[in-house]
């Protein structure tokens, strides 16, 4: 699976075009991601990420980071045995496309605005 260009609002992920926030594994792609409080991570949000047991998940908090990755959150994420990469989506975008090259399994929770 790569990402294949990303912008405010919109990314192309395997020659198909989405727009709305989304998780990204290697081998499929949960459509139409919504958080529990929008703009704020909870742990609720990615319980299905978790039964992928992947290495590491990187979270994508927006354009301009908007999207809040409360600390609590991520020490949940972790005492799980799974590394949390926290970037504006951008970057994300890129880290996550990095990762796959390398062969590891990884999430990629992505925010796609603000």
Do not use: Q
Not at 18 to 36: A, F, G, M, Q, V
Not at 64 to 70: A, E
Not at 79 to 97: D, L, Q, S, W
Not at 102 to 108: I, L, M, N, Q, T
Request: with cysteine; proline share 3%; hydrophobic share 35%.
């Amino acid at each position: 699976m790569k990402i294949e260009h990303y912008e405010f609002g919109k990314i192309v992920v395997e020659g198909k075009v989405y727009t709305h926030d989304l998780i990204i594994y290697p081998d499929k792609i949960t459509e139409s991601w919504w958080r529990k409080e929008g703009h704020s991570l909870c742990i609720e949000d990615i319980e299905e990420v978790f039964e992928y047991k992947p290495e590491i998940l990187i979270i994508g908090t927006g354009y301009s980071g908007v999207m809040n990755v409360p600390e609590e959150v991520i020490k949940e994420i972790e005492k799980k045995g799974i590394r949390v990469e926290v970037y504006f989506t951008k970057e994300a975008v890129n880290k996550f496309n990095d990762y796959i090259e390398k062969g590891k399994k990884v999430v990629c929770a992505l925010h796609l605005t603000c």
